[in-house]
C-alpha cells in the first residue's frame, strides 16, 4: 500500500500511464527515518516553507527563516523548531494546535536541492525546548511521517546576499521589528514592545512602506 497515493492520484497517474514510474520513486526515495545525510542537509538550512491546515480545512504556506540549526534534527524520527516574534497572528502555531499534519519544504538555491518532510506537530513552551533557541516563543516537535528528496529541476539558481538581521543569533541583540514602530499600531502593541518603540520612535506606514518597496535593509 502507498503511503503517499490515494485514489485521486492514482487516476491521474493512470491517466498519463506513469502509475510505475511514481510506484519507482516511491519506492526508491520515501524515507520514514533520519540518517545522517538527512540530518546534515536538514540542519544547514536557514529558512524553509511549512504547509499546516487551517480551521476550515484550507491549506497555508509560511515561510520560516532563521540561522543554519534552526530547525535541528532531534532523532531518527523526530525534528525541533522554534516560532519567533511575529505579527500576533499566530497563524502556522494556531493551525498546528487544531491540526497535527503539516509539510516542510526544505530548498537549496545554490547547488540546487530540494526535499519534502511530512510529520505530525506539536507546540510546546516546555522550558527546555525553548531553551535550545535564542528567543523562542514556542518550540514546535515535529514526528516525521514521511522524507523525501525530489529532482532539482525547475528550481531556480539563487545566491544569498546576507542574512537577515532579525534572525536571532548568539552574542546578537535583535533589533525592533520596525513595522511595530509604525504610529497607527501603537495602542495594541504589548507592552515591552511599546517601551522599545519608545526607545526607538514612532514612524509613518508610508516610512515603513517606503522602505519595503525600495528593498531597505532596515524595513
Not at 533557541?133 to 514521511?146: D, G, I, P, R, Y
Request: aromatic fraction near 10%.
Amino acid at each position: 500500500m502507498s503511503r503517499l497515493y490515494g485514489p485521486e492520484h492514482r487516476a491521474l497517474q493512470d491517466t498519463f500511464a506513469s502509475r510505475p514510474l511514481a510506484d519507482r520513486i516511491e519506492a526508491i526515495a520515501l524515507k520514514t527515518e533520519i540518517t545522517d545525510f538527512e540530518k546534515a542537509f536538514i540542519e544547514s538550512r536557514d529558512m524553509f516553507f511549512l504547509s499546516t491546515v487551517d480551521a476550515n480545512g484550507r491549506p497555508t504556506v509560511s515561510y520560516k527563516g532563521g540561522t543554519p540549526g534552526f530547525l535541528r534534527v532531534a532523532d531518527e524520527k523526530t525534528l525541533l523548531f522554534p516560532s519567533y516574534d511575529g505579527n500576533g497572528m499566530y497563524l502556522s502555531m494556531g493551525n498546528i494546535a487544531g491540526n497535527p499534519e503539516i509539510g516542510l519544504l526544505l530548498i537549496d538555491f545554490e547547488r540546487p536541492f530540494r526535499m519534502r518532510i511530512q510529520g505530525r506537530a506539536a507546540i510546546s513552551r516546555d522550558p527546555a525546548k525553548l531553551a535550545l533557541f535564542k528567543e523562542a516563543e514556542l518550540v514546535v516537535t515535529v514526528a516525521l511521517s514521511e522524507l523525501w528528496m525530489n529532482c532539482p529541476r525547475y528550481i531556480h539558481r539563487y545566491q544569498k546576499l546576507k542574512t537577515s538581521r532579525y534572525a536571532p543569533q548568539e552574542g546578537t541583540e535583535t533589533p525592533l521589528c520596525e513595522w511595530k514602530r509604525i504610529d497607527g499600531i501603537q495602542d495594541v502593541l504589548r507592552p515591552h514592545e511599546t517601551a522599545a518603540v519608545e526607545r526607538a520612535g514612532q514612524i509613518t506606514i508610508d516610512d515603513w512602506m517606503g522602505k519595503v518597496v525600495t528593498g531597505d535593509e532596515s524595513a
